[in-house]
């Protein structure tokens, strides 16, 4: 393995890094082991062992890059799941399965009302609860969302070949 796993000091990932840059972060005291596991590098005269998981001893704000909204994201960030009642791709509605067709987005303040295309007030909706919800609020069509519309993370680490068994623990695998 050439490659490091580097953790904010929230233990979120950051980074795949290489050995090199491991050892840089480590000499000058900006980094600490998260797990047992290490590679071993030979030098002439002693061999130097560094983890394969490292996290920051201070936390670095990481600013989000800009994610557009568009009616398929929001679809995708809300996994096609329905915010009201919770039908998702393959369950029966009315005797008919459900496809990634029968899911809309809704809004949550309708547009006629001055409601915009939002991460906020945009949430994936089955036609059933859709149709429900109409054109008013979910609190005026008494209906509850089961979570709240967030704007969605777009940190992805990529990482190539097989993943390491001490990194699965902070990358969802």
Known sequence: MSQVLLLNASYEPMAIITLRRALSLMIRGRVEAACDESVTLQGSSTNLHIPVVIRLRYYVHVPQRGVHWSRKAVLRRDKYVCAYCGAQIGDKQRGLLLTKLDFTVDHIV??????????????????????????????????????????????????SGEVPAAWKMYLEV
């Open 110 to 159: 309708p547009v006629s009302r001055g409601g915009k295309n939002t991460w906020g007030n945009t949430v994936c909706a089955c036609a059933y609860c859709n149709h429900h919800k109409g054109n008013r609020t979910p609190h005026e069509a008494n209906m509850k969302l089961r979570w709240e519309p967030k704007r969605p993370r777009v940190t992805y680490l990529v990482a």
